[in-house]
């Protein structure tokens, strides 16, 4: 799912982003994120740290399974409740 992501650039980024755009007949949102790939694995390369290895296991809890789905189904069922109101 596409995120909308705002920020001020340099106008001479924005005339690279575009101009790359044109040339590899490509929109600016591939070129921007192939752009911030590359340079998070060269970041990665260098710093010798690998994204995916700091984020395994976030999904990781002290709570059995069963104890984060009941509480996950009545948050939702609450929520559901107040849109109802």
Known sequence: M??????????????????????????KKQVVEQAIELFAAQVGREQKTDVLEQSFNAWNRDEPVQETVASSRAAFRESMERARR
């Not at 992501?5 to 575009?18: K, L, P, Q, Y």
């Open 2 to 27: 596409d995120k909308v992501f705002s920020a001020r650039i340099d106008e001479s980024v924005a005339g690279c982003i575009n101009s790359l755009a044109r040339q590899l007949n490509s929109t």
